[in-house]
């Protein structure tokens, strides 16, 4: 069975700091992906990025990069020079093609300007 | 290019009533998944089908709830005879057959039973 943690169920930043969010996965899988997805407080759902399990590049999309470590099991996401705009909850996720995901418990960051 | 649709986006209803959910996958995607958002909690897996097809209904209540997904028109998620404990928010999201597995969200319909 697959499972995502996330650890951290708060977090608080003044505004332009940096903030790294931390997602742990297990899974007996040797192909798979793993997501991150925002909820700002209007509720819904958008999605930010998809890695699969054979791809352990880093990337970068504008202020937000992601770290995938397969020798950890650990997909985190930071987010630099954080903004007010970046207050949400962020769930990190994971799945194995056209299945299911199955989330993490979320972490809610807010921003304090 | 329209998104994932839901509708209606708040719905209200007195315990014992059913409860009908809508949802329009976006063009050219012909996966739908439904999932379950209760209060202050993650999401959880509830079914995932394709066109006239459940693939995986393994998060399912096995009582009162029900989907579909038919050849024309929009995927349905029913709850029938509310409970209080059915108020949450309930998301749909689709993906292409293509193979990316990358699933969008609709802005969800948030469910409250009274």
């Known amino acids: 069975a697959q499972k995502v943690t996330q650890a951290q169920t708060e977090i608080s930043v003044v505004e332009k700091e940096d903030v790294t969010l931390d997602c742990v996965y297990e899974?007996?899988?040797?192909?798979?992906?793993l997501f991150w997805y925002k909820q700002p407080p209007s509720g819904e759902l958008v999605f930010l990025i998809r890695?699969?399990?054979?791809?352990?590049q880093n990337e970068i999309s504008g202020r937000y990069s992601w770290n995938f470590q397969k020798s950890t099991s650990s997909f985190n996401f930071t987010i630099t020079a954080s903004q007010v705009v970046d207050s949400a909850v962020y769930f990190c996720?994971?799945?194995?093609?056209?299945?299911?995901?199955?989330f993490g418990t979320g972490t809610r960051l807010t921003i304090i300007p | 290019n329209a998104g994932v649709m839901q509708n209606p986006r708040h719905l209200v209803r007195r315990r014992g009533q059913e409860a009908r959910l809508r949802c329009s996958p976006m063009?050219?995607?012909?996966?739908v998944y439904w999932y379950r958002q209760l209060p202050e909690e993650g999401l959880k897996f509830m079914v995932y089908?394709?066109?006239?097809?459940?693939?995986?209904e393994s998060g399912m209540p096995k009582e009162r709830f029900s989907a579909e997904f038919p050849k024309e028109g929009p995927s349905i998620l029913r709850i029938q005879q509310v409970v209080r404990g059915d108020s949450a928010a309930y998301f749909c999201?689709?993906?292409?057959?293509?193979?990316?597995?990358?699933?969008?969200f609709g802005p969800g319909t948030r469910l409250t039973v009274t």
């Open positions: 999201a689709s993906s292409h057959p293509s193979g990316n597995y990358e699933q969008y």
């Open positions: 899974t007996r899988d040797t192909t798979y992906y």
């Open positions: 890695r699969n399990s054979f791809d352990e």
């Open positions: 996720a994971l799945n194995f093609g056209n299945e299911k995901l199955t």
């Open positions: 063009k050219g995607h012909s996966h």
């Open positions: 089908l394709q066109k006239e097809n459940i693939i995986d």
